[in-house]
C-alpha cells in the first residue's frame, strides 16, 4: 500500500507531459487557411514545401506553425490625391488580394503577418496618386474613370507580384471633388449640352430648308417641262375636246363665233 503512491506518481508525471507535448504537436487548420512550418532546429521557416492545408496535422513540438488566411479577402482605402493641375481629390477604392498560396513560406519570411501595412497599402497608394496626378479632375468626372481604375490595378499589380501576394481587382467606388470644382465641371458639361442641342437643331433646320428648296426646285423644273410642251397646236386641240364635251351636254347652249389668235373657239355664252 506504501508503494503504490511512489509508483503512481511517475506515472502521473509521464502522463501529464505526454498530454502536454500532444496538445503542442496537434496543429488544425481552418477553413480558407493554410500554416507556414517553422523549425526551430532545422534552418527556420519551411519555404521549399508547399504550406500545411485545412485539416489536422502533427507537428514536432519544438516547431510552430503560423496560420494564414489565404482566401480573398479586401482592403478599402481613402486616400487623397492630387490631379495633373495640383488640386486636392478624394479617393475612396478597394483592392482585392490573397497570399499566394505556394509562396505562403516567402511571405511569412520576408513580409511576415502584417503584410497588408508593410506592402499592400503602400503600393496602392503609390499607384493612385501617379495615376491620378496623370489626370484632370474633368477626366475624372467623366466617362475616363474606368481607364483610371484599370490603370491603378495594373501600377498596383506590378508591385505586388514581387512580394508574393496576388491582386484579384481594383474598384474605385468613388470620386470627392472640392465643391467648386464639381460646380464648375457640371455647368461647363450643362453648356456643352446645350450646345449640342442647338448645333442639332440647326443641322436640322437647315436639312429641312434644303428640302424645301429641293421640292420647290422639282416644281419649278416640272412647270417648264410642262410650258414647254403646250405649243399652240396642243392648246387649239384641248379647246376643241372642251367644247365637245360642253356641247354634248344636254343642259348647255354653246354659240361659236370663230376663233381667237390661238386658234381656240370662243364661247360666247352656255346656258
Known amino acids: 500500500m506504501e508503494k503504490l503512491p511512489k509508483i503512481a506518481l511517475p506515472v502521473i508525471f509521464i502522463v501529464v507531459v505526454l ?3 500532444l496538445a503542442k504537436s496537434a496543429v488544425t487548420i481552418g477553413s480558407g487557411e493554410a500554416g507556414v512550418l517553422y523549425k526551430t532546429f532545422d534552418n527556420g521557416v519551411v519555404t521549399d514545401k508547399p504550406p500545411l492545408g485545412e485539416g489536422f496535422h502533427i507537428i514536432a513540438p519544438w516547431n510552430k506553425v503560423i496560420v494564414y488566411e489565404v482566401r480573398q479577402q479586401e482592403l478599402f482605402e481613402k486616400m487623397k490625391v492630387l490631379s495633373s493641375n495640383g488640386l486636392e481629390i478624394q479617393i475612396d477604392a ?15 519570411q520576408s513580409l511576415g503577418e502584417d503584410y497588408l501595412q508593410r506592402v499592400i497599402q503602400p503600393a ?6 501617379s495615376v ?6 474633368d477626366d475624372l468626372y467623366s466617362t475616363k474613370r474606368d481607364a483610371i481604375q484599370v490603370e491603378i490595378y495594373e501600377e498596383t499589380k506590378k508591385i505586388l507580384d514581387k512580394q508574393y501576394v496576388q491582386l484579384n481587382e481594383v474598384l474605385v467606388r468613388d470620386v470627392t471633388l472640392p465643391p467648386t470644382i464639381k460646380e464648375a465641371i457640371e455647368r461647363k458639361l450643362k453648356q456643352e449640352q446645350e450646345s449640342l442641342e442647338y448645333e442639332f437643331r440647326l443641322v436640322t433646320a437647315a436639312k429641312e430648308a434644303e428640302k424645301v428648296i429641293i421640292e420647290a426646285k422639282g ?6 417641262i410642262l410650258s414647254a410642251s403646250l405649243t399652240d397646236k396642243i392648246l387649239q386641240d384641248k379647246g376643241i375636246e372642251a367644247t365637245i364635251k360642253l356641247a354634248e351636254s344636254p343642259n348647255s347652249k354653246v354659240i361659236v363665233i370663230g376663233s381667237g389668235d390661238s386658234g381656240m373657239p370662243i364661247i360666247l355664252g352656255n346656258q
Do not use: M
Open 124 to 129: 496602392i497608394r503609390s499607384a493612385a496618386r
Open 19 to 21: 498530454i502536454i507535448l
Open 94 to 108: 478597394s483592392a482585392w488580394y490573397e497570399p499566394v498560396y505556394d509562396q505562403l513560406g516567402n511571405l511569412h
Open 219 to 224: 416644281k419649278a423644273d416640272a412647270n417648264k
Open 132 to 137: 491620378i496626378g496623370r489626370y484632370t479632375p
